[in-house]
Nanobody, 120 residues
Framework: QVQLVESGGGLVQAGGSLILSCAHS????????RVWYSRAPGKQRELVAR???????IYADSVKARFTISRDVTKSTVDLQMNSLKPEDTAVYYC??????????????WGQGTQVTVSS
């Protein structure tokens, strides 16, 4: 099995910063996609940042130049550095990791979600 555990959410003032972390564990052979999504109150889930195994990184227009997605191989995490936070960034953030297990079975797993609240 593959497990994801998120951490790092919280309450921050506008203009502040947070780092979200998504730790993955289990029988992972390789990871093809690492993604952060957000779901704001009353809105649908939106892609925030995506990192593919070929090096491609995609950001939502609303977070470009403010958020950075990265992976820490030693810690087995995918992180989201969030700078210059705005009240409209308030949402529950979810990580999604896709890949293949050591037994050659593909996986697509979600974290439990972490709340980010930005006060004005």
């Amino acid at each position: 099995q593959v497990q994801l555990v998120e951490s790092g959410g919280g309450l921050v003032q506008a203009g502040g910063s947070l780092i979200l972390s998504c730790a993955h564990s289990g029988i992972i052979r390789c990871i093809s996609s690492r993604v952060w999504y957000s779901r704001a109150p009353g809105k649908q889930r939106e892609l925030v940042a995506r990192s593919l195994s070929n090096g491609t990184i995609i950001y939502a227009d609303s977070v470009k130049a403010r958020f950075t997605i990265s992976r820490d191989v030693t810690k087995s995490t995918v992180d989201l550095q969030m700078n210059s936070l705005k009240p409209e960034d308030t949402a529950v953030y979810y990580c999604n990791v896709q890949g293949r297990r050591r037994d050659w079975v593909d996986f697509d797993r979600w974290g439990q979600g972490t709340q980010v609240t930005v006060s004005s």
